[in-house]
Structures are given as C-alpha cells and as structure tokens.
T-cell receptor, first 115, second 113 residues
C-alpha cells in the first residue's frame, strides 16, 4: 500500500522567512516517483518537481529546494525568502507500483505568507 | 494552448440530476484520469483510462461513469447527483501507462444543492 503524509495542515510565515513543508511516504515498491504540486487560490494544480527513487540528489530551483532522503522516507520542500505569491496549498504525491499511474496525494499543507 | 482543459469550470445543480463534465487533452497522451478533491482539499483518484480501457476504479459509486470517445477525451458522467458529490473534479493525462508525470486540468467545481 502506498501512503503520503503531510503532517502540517497549515503554516503561516512572514514574508522573507524560510519555510519547510514536510512529506513522508510509505511504499513497498523499489521504483517510484515523488512529486510536489502547488494549488494557488485560483484552484489549478501546478507541477513543481518530480524525483525518482534512484536519485537522492537534492534539487534547487530558484527559491525552491527539495530534500529527498530514502532512509527516512521523506521528501521535504523548502521555500527560501518566502513571498506573498507563495501562498497556496502544496501537495506531495507518490506514484509507482504495478499500476504505475496510481498517484497518491497527501492531504496538502496550506501555506500563508503574510506581508 | 491549454494542455488539459475541462468544461464547465463551475457547475451548480440539484440533487437527483444527471450531469457531465468534459475533459480534453491536446498533448497526444495515451492515459487520462479523473480525481476528486473534497472540501478538505484531499485529492483521490477515481478513474484512469489507457487507450479507452478502464485501468483503475477506486471504489467509486457506479453513478459515476467515465466515457472516452477517443484518447484525447475523457468525460465524466454522474447520475442521480447527491450532496456528497459536491467537490472539485480534476482531469489529468500522462504520456502512457508507464509515465509517472501527470498534467492536470484547471478543475471543475461541482455544487449539488
């Protein structure tokens, strides 16, 4: 069975603060993919990143960075110098297994960045 | 050009009615999906279609029926709507059954009164 846990339901920070969104996953598959999606107030789902289970290198994209650690089954997402436009719900998701398209989403973390 | 589009964006209807939500993708993908996002923002997969074949049906009531006239379209038909069907429904597509990356449509907010 696959499961994604985002323990932080809501996070509120002040602009320019750094913030980390946690994601812990469970899977029995050796090959799997992890994702982060952003859902701004307008409602659409915006793809941010995909990592495969064989690549534990951390990734940085501008103010965004991701820390993938198989030892702790975690795929955490950090926003550096947060901005008001970062306010959104962020979803972590896991895909893999026999039905490779069975994507499981976490419950989401609502991030509010205050000016 | 929008990669994955859904219509309508908003749908308000009464209990007991039958309604459809349309989804189209212009990415040339073989696999399409429907997800339901409830009021708590939790996203759950409902169906996926690969080359017009149903692959997953996650214990969704049979009032929900996906219909795919061709591989670029996967419409969602709902019979006898219930209050609990109120949610945001997302369509998505991926290159094929073995591609892990899914592209999402903008969502359809369904409200059943």
């Amino acid at each position: 069975a696959q499961k994604v846990t985002q323990a932080q339901t809501e996070i509120s920070v002040v602009e320019k603060e750094d913030v980390t969104l946690d994601c812990v996953y469970e899977t029995r598959d050796t090959t799997y993919y992890l994702f982060w999606y952003k859902q701004p107030p307008s409602g659409e789902l915006v793809f941010l990143i995909r990592r495969n289970s064989f690549d534990e290198q951390n990734e940085i994209s501008g103010r965004y960075s991701w820390n993938f650690q198989k030892s702790t089954s975690s795929f955490n997402f950090t926003i550096t110098a947060s901005q008001v436009v970062d306010s959104a719900v962020y979803f972590c998701a896991l895909s893999g297994g026999y039905n490779n398209n069975d994507m499981r989403f976490g419950a989401g973390t609502r991030l509010t960045v205050k000016p | 050009d929008t990669a994955v589009s859904q219509t309508p964006k908003y749908l308000v209807t009464q209990m007991g009615n039958d309604k459809s939500i349309k989804c189209e993708q212009n990415l040339g993908h073989d696999t399409m999906y429907w997800y339901k996002q409830d009021s708590k923002k939790f996203l759950k997969i409902m169906f996926s279609y690969n080359n017009k074949e149903l692959i997953i049906n996650e214990t969704v009531p049979n009032r929900f029926s996906p219909k795919s006239p061709d591989k670029a379209h996967l419409n969602l038909h709902i019979n006898s709507l219930e209050l609990g069907d109120s949610a945001v429904y997302f369509c998505a597509s991926s290159r094929d059954l073995y591609s892990y990356e899914q592209y999402f449509g903008p969502g359809t907010r369904l409200t059943v009164t």
